[in-house]
């Protein structure tokens, strides 16, 4: 299991198909933290084996974090988000597909995605762009 969950905690896709998921699917996720909406951001040979994907998770805490060069904010409605939130694009996580909710919630458009990869390169003083 992952570093964090508790052992008793009923992983999400348990005993669903596997995902195939695409870079900028938005699917819940079961993590440390609580279940949120998370980005793919892997690429899809990545995305179509059976262990990992790679996420950014969302977080409702705007306050200060919409300003950042390293979060991406949302709006309530858009690409299937049921609340205001920020993508947190320094906080790169590996998550086991078995974590993750058998359906995904929304996609993001070219235009978005690629905004959420620039955040994570300003984490590294990059310039990032999807492939």
């Known amino acids: 299991?992952?570093?964090g969950w508790p052992q008793s905690r009923?992983?999400?896709g348990e005993g669903?198909?596997?995902?195939?998921l695409r870079p900028g699917e938005i699917v819940f996720a079961d993590t440390a933290y609580g279940r949120r909406p998370?980005?793919?951001?892997?690429?899809e040979p990545l995305n179509r084996g059976d262990t990992v994907v790679v996420v950014f998770?969302?977080?409702?805490?705007?306050?200060?974090?919409?300003?950042?060069?390293?979060?991406?904010?949302f709006q309530s409605g858009e690409f299937g988000l049921t609340k205001v939130c920020v993508a947190q694009c320094e906080t790169i996580q590996m998550i086991e597909k078995q974590y993750l909710a058998p359906q995904s919630i929304g996609?993001?458009?070219d235009q978005k995605l690629r905004e959420v990869i620039r955040a994570a390169g300003s984490v590294m003083n990059s310039e990032c762009e999807p492939a």
Request: glycine fraction near 2%; hydrophobic fraction near 40%.
């Open 38 to 43: 998370a980005i793919v951001v892997s690429r």
């Open 57 to 73: 998770c969302t977080t409702a805490k705007l306050s200060t974090r919409s300003s950042l060069p390293n979060c991406v904010a």
């Open 16 to 20: 669903q198909p596997l995902l195939n």
């Open 10 to 12: 009923k992983r999400l």
């Open 107 to 109: 996609m993001l458009d």
């Open 1 to 3: 299991m992952g570093r």
